[in-house]
């Protein structure tokens, strides 16, 4: 299938700010796409490209006096297949772990498992470990949170969200990430598109989602605390240890979110091939 990506954000800012934006398709899906994803910047500003230490695209700019508006549209090509789900993943032992998965054991800004840890020992300490650990995980922490924009807080932290037991996905992913890690298993923050495929549509606006991948066998596999379920079309943009890692947009002076809009939409094979050519003519 061929989906349709893309954002449009502005910010005022009233002097001259630097930013780090996050924002482009993660390098592990660049294969898939099908048009240019190209950030546009409204002024134009110049821009200083990196992968960070978790191989997130990054860019550097100095965001002018004034409003800056950021946007891109671009088409990607996905399998149309729902997420894995392996029951019978193992849980690796510490020593057996690859060295790189250990930092996902540890404590973060916004992943306290030294405040989680005694909690996660009681209530999943009999389960299976694997598979049925971390699904176990999903299931508590769906059915602990209700979901809602009105909830959402961006200094929340995973334990705030278990006492609170309200939030918006990145606290669903926060949540399942610390009692996963509080449990032994790698987990990582991911964030990234996430359209109404495959489901009923929802009314809420588009916003980028949170999920979070776990280390179970030999590989990493994708879990959704707050949906709960398979979904088709993640378009992954970051990963990390938490939100801190891979926040569309970390500032360095006062700023104020003036627009935000975004959309992922599947789009019918004949439209697919006739923007694809036209991207294909522009670039």
């Known amino acids: 299938m061929t989906i349709r990506t893309g954002y449009a ?54 965001a002018p006096a004034g409003r800056l ?28 772990l690859p060295v790189e998965t250990l930092v996902y054991l540890l404590g973060s800004r916004y992943c306290e498992t030294d405040r989680l840890s005694e909690f996660a020992w009681a209530e999943f300490g009999k389960v299976r470990k694997g598979w049925p650990l971390v699904q176990a995980i999903c299931d508590f922490v769906h059915g602990h949170i209700i979901f809602g924009y009105a909830h959402a807080n961006p200094t929340k932290t995973a334990n705030e969200a278990f006492k609170e037991g309200q939030g918006v996905c990145r606290d669903f992913a926060h949540l399942a990430i610390t009692l996963c890690r509080c449990m032994n298993v790698p987990a990582r923050y991911c964030t ?25 066998g030999d590989r990493w596999y994708t879990f959704d605390a707050r949906h709960n379920i ?9 990963r990390g240890r938490d939100a801190t890692d891979v926040a569309i947009t ?17 789009v019918a094979s004949a439209e697919a091939q006739g923007s694809a050519s ?3 003519v522009n670039s």
């Open 9 to 62: 954000i502005s910010y005022d800012c009233p002097q001259p700010t630097p930013m780090i934006l996050t924002l482009s398709v993660h390098p592990s899906r660049r294969r898939d796409l099908l048009t240019p994803d190209w950030m546009q910047l409204d002024p134009p500003v110049p821009t200083k490209g990196y992968c960070d230490s978790f191989g997130n695209i990054c860019h550097v700019i100095q």
């Open 69 to 96: 508006t950021i946007t891109s549209a671009f088409l990607v090509r996905d399998g149309g297949h729902p997420d894995d789900v392996a029951p019978d993943a193992v849980q690796g032992s510490l020593e057996t």
């Open 192 to 216: 990234g598109y996430l359209g109404d495929i495959g489901i009923p549509p929802d009314p809420a606006p588009m916003d980028f989602s949170a999920w979070f991948e776990a280390y179970l």
């Open 230 to 238: 398979p979904r088709i079309g993640r378009i992954l943009i970051a």
């Open 250 to 266: 970390t500032s360095y002076g006062q700023h104020q979110l003036a627009e935000f809009k975004v959309f992922t939409d599947e």
């Open 278 to 280: 036209a991207g294909a």
